[in-house]
């Protein structure tokens, strides 16, 4: 018997309905965005002013200080392979918990560096407990999220690491130039302790509950003669992970990964040489809110970008996104003024705004959810080696060029991330 007509014009309302029960902020949502927020506040706080801080403190010259900074995500990137094999064996909350307490432990150590070298050692520390504890926090956030609603809910998600891009900085800022710059190692140390509190009060996870069942499967499935290849329902080529790299990799978010390692090399700039670029060009003042109106501008813009790469897919974010921080950064390069510098941070915050939370969605979009630290380990993998490249190599070029030369190169960065994005969109592999 044929279903009558209103029967079928209800179907709508059921599958509208059945969406809007399928809430986005549950408990392990809301204090896995509390617990990021404060974690990548600790970053910020410290990353933002550590360039300049090696060179005022220890007179270190630019490509010494810049290795400070490098070396930090040489030590994430180092974690995120120990992130699926850790969480595999103590579960994903226990892992966060650890993570999250020798980031508070080591931001602490910097009270007791003496040298330069005792900088770099602990900040490559600091980055291995960091980079472990991120890709957890991110993974709490999104295991109860709905699949309908999974890009949604990654995008409000990253609202926490949008605004701790505005906090971190501008207290970094504020307390470097205090007369008690030892504070400035304390808020980090507390702010990675809130993080640690907000883990604890998230109960038992799913994914915890079932790691038993799902650590092996993924790496069980990967079967010798399985296909190269598989095609998703979305039509986006889907990597297989060769079954040895299974539990550190997931190949299905490199392609993805790659793209957003452009958009980080340039932020990796901009993050490492805006505090010392500022002093020298007198401009102080509006560095001080420079990540406030680049976190403001992300805010204001996530709404829309959270929704369109559910119904759109990634093209209207990417590449607008790239064309505005290859903008911004020549504005940046080129800043006579506070207001163009504040310009500059508008548009690489929108153009940041738009790649990042569409990258991390996608890294994870079409995967099943055993897979999903992994995939954010992957993800941030390419996050973390662009973060880490970026002040090795201009540490070097800048002596050279100096900071608004290579501010203003840095467009061909930009605009090299959108041909790498054409190119792999036409291959579906994006």
Do not use: W
């Amino acid at each position: 018997m044929l279903p009558s007509v209103s029967h079928v014009l209800a179907l709508p309302r059921l599958q509208n309905a059945a969406t809007r029960q399928e809430p986005i902020l549950t408990r392990s949502f809301a204090l896995g965005f509390v617990a990021s927020f404060a974690l990548r506040a600790n970053l910020f706080v410290l990353s933002v002013v550590m360039c300049a801080y090696c060179m005022d403190r220890y007179g270190a010259d630019v490509a010494s200080a810049s290795a400070a900074c490098g070396i930090f995500t040489i030590g994430c990137l180092a974690a995120r392979f120990l992130g699926g094999p850790v969480t595999d064996r103590l579960g994903l909350r226990a892992t966060t918990l650890v993570g999250l307490g020798l980031t508070c432990a080591s931001s602490l150590l910097y009270l007791a560096a003496g040298t330069l070298d005792a900088i770099l050692a602990i900040r490559l520390v600091h980055g291995l407990c960091y980079g472990v504890a991120s890709t957890t926090v991110t993974s709490i956030a999104s295991a109860d999220l709905p699949e309908r609603r999974h890009g949604e809910g990654m995008g409000y998600f990253m609202l926490s690491v949008t605004l701790a891009s505005a906090v971190g900085p501008l207290l970094g800022m504020v307390l470097s130039a205090g007369p008690a710059s030892d504070l400035l190692f304390m808020v980090a140390a507390g702010l990675a302790a809130v993080a640690m509190a907000a883990t604890a009060l998230t109960g038992p996870l799913p994914a915890d509950e079932a790691r038993e069942a799902t650590a092996l499967e993924d790496v069980d499935s990967l079967e010798p003669g399985a296909p190269s290849v598989d095609f998703d329902p979305a039509g986006v080529r889907l990597l297989a992970t060769p079954r040895p790299l299974a539990r550190f990799l997931e190949c299905s978010a490199l392609p993805v990964g790659a793209v957003a390692f452009v958009g980080y090399l340039i932020y990796g700039a901009v993050s490492t040489y805006l505090d010392p670029f500022a002093s020298k060009a007198g401009l102080m003042g509006a560095a001080s809110v420079f990540f406030v109106v680049y976190a403001l501008t992300m805010l204001a813009t996530r709404p829309m970008t959270a929704k369109l790469l559910d119904t759109r897919g990634p093209a209207p974010l990417l590449v607008p996104g790239f064309v505005a921080m290859g903008a911004g950064i020549v504005v940046m390069g080129m800043a006579a003024n506070g207001a163009a510098l504040l310009v500059a941070a508008a548009l690489i915050g929108y153009g940041m705004g738009a790649i990042q939370p569409t990258g991390l969605a996608m890294a994870t979009q079409h995967l099943d959810r055993s897979r999903y630290t992994v995939a954010n380990a992957t993800f941030y993998m390419m996050g973390d080696l662009a973060c880490g490249v970026a002040p090795v190599i201009f540490g070097l070029i800048v002596p050279m060029v100096g900071y608004r030369g290579l501010f203003c190169g840095l467009v061909l960065v930009a605009a090299a991330g959108v041909a790498l994005f054409e190119g792999l969109h036409r291959k579906r592999l994006v």
